[in-house]
Structures are given as structure tokens and as C-alpha cells.
């Protein structure tokens, strides 16, 4: 909240006000690991939860990337020779677990069907996000 009000002033969309500052907390440290498989394991079985959002934590909790790293992704940095899934996180790329390779082959096949179904080409971004728009 402080940083939309701080837009809103610098952009003369509301007067000036003092705020109190901002406190960023520090992270309570890495994840332990049976805590880390129980949050992969609701990521793939929780059909609750959009796939994208799935795909994408199940990559942050695999190999530890940031979520900024993870929207850069492309469908171009997956590749699928039909029996192995990798992903390009570097060189040589990583190769996904049976669980999460099906996880993405679904997410990639839902966008293919999703572009062909509304006749739009989708951007190559992997998980695309939407900009905030005030």
C-alpha cells in the first residue's frame, strides 16, 4: 500500500502526505526441506490452484529460482524429446521430475489450445503476467 501512495503523490493523483517509513522484513531463511516437498506436493496435486501458478512454483521450489527469473522464461527455453522434459535455467538445461514434466507438458498444451481456440498468438513468455495498470 505505501508504494501505490507514494505513486499516487509523485504523480500529483493525491497531495502530499507523510508516511511512516517502510519496514522490510528480512526472510525467516531458507525452507527446511520436508517443508519445501509438502508445498511441491499440494503445487501437484492441488487442481484448485491455475496451472501457471503451479508451474512456476514448482520450478521456484525444484531449483530455487527467483520468481523473476521464472516470468523471463519462454516456451522456447522447454524442451520436450517425449520422454524427457528440460528446462533452460542454464547450460546444460535442468531436467524436470516425472510429476512436474506432465505438469508442464499440460500447462504447454493449454496454451497452445488456448491461442489456437481464441485465434491470438500468446506471448513466448512461459508464464505470462499482467501489467499493473492504476
Same mark, same amino acid.
Given at each position: &500500500? +505505501?508504494?501505490?501512495?507514494?505513486?499516487? &503523490?509523485?504523480?500529483?493523483? &493525491?497531495?502530499?502526505?507523510?508516511?511512516?517509513? /517502510?519496514?522490510?522484513?528480512?526472510? /525467516?531463511?531458507?525452507?527446511? /526441506?520436508?517443508?519445501? @516437498?509438502?508445498?511441491?506436493?499440494?503445487?501437484?496435486?492441488?487442481?484448485?490452484? +491455475?496451472?501457471?501458478?503451479?508451474?512456476?512454483?514448482?520450478?521456484?521450489? @525444484?531449483?530455487?529460482?527467483?520468481?523473476?527469473?521464472?516470468?523471463?522464461?519462454?516456451?522456447?527455453?522447454?524442451?520436450?524429446?517425449?520422454?524427457?522434459?528440460?528446462?533452460? @535455467?542454464?547450460?546444460?538445461?535442468? +531436467?524436470?521430475?516425472?510429476?512436474?514434466?506432465?505438469? &508442464?507438458?499440460?500447462?504447454?498444451?493449454?496454451?497452445?489450445?488456448?491461442?489456437?481456440?481464441?485465434?491470438?498468438?500468446?506471448?513466448?513468455? @512461459?508464464? +505470462?503476467?499482467?501489467?499493473?495498470?492504476?
Amino acid at each position: &500500500m +505505501p508504494s501505490f501512495l507514494r505513486w499516487c &503523490m509523485k504523480t500529483n493523483r &493525491m497531495p502530499r502526505l507523510t508516511l511512516p517509513p /517502510q519496514v522490510i522484513k528480512q526472510d /525467516q531463511g531458507p525452507l527446511h /526441506q520436508h517443508r519445501r @516437498l509438502a508445498i511441491l506436493r499440494r503445487v501437484l496435486k492441488d487442481d484448485s490452484l +491455475p496451472l501457471r501458478a503451479r508451474v512456476a512454483a514448482a520450478l521456484v521450489l @525444484l531449483y530455487a529460482q527467483p520468481v523473476t527469473r521464472i516470468v523471463r522464461l519462454t516456451v522456447d527455453d522447454v524442451l520436450d524429446n517425449g520422454t524427457t522434459v528440460t528446462v533452460r @535455467l542454464g547450460d546444460p538445461p535442468s +531436467p524436470l521430475p516425472e510429476p512436474v514434466a506432465d505438469l &508442464m507438458r499440460a500447462y504447454i498444451q493449454s496454451r497452445q489450445q488456448d491461442r489456437h481456440e481464441t485465434g491470438h498468438r500468446s506471448r513466448r513468455n @512461459l508464464a +505470462p503476467i499482467r501489467p499493473w495498470r492504476p
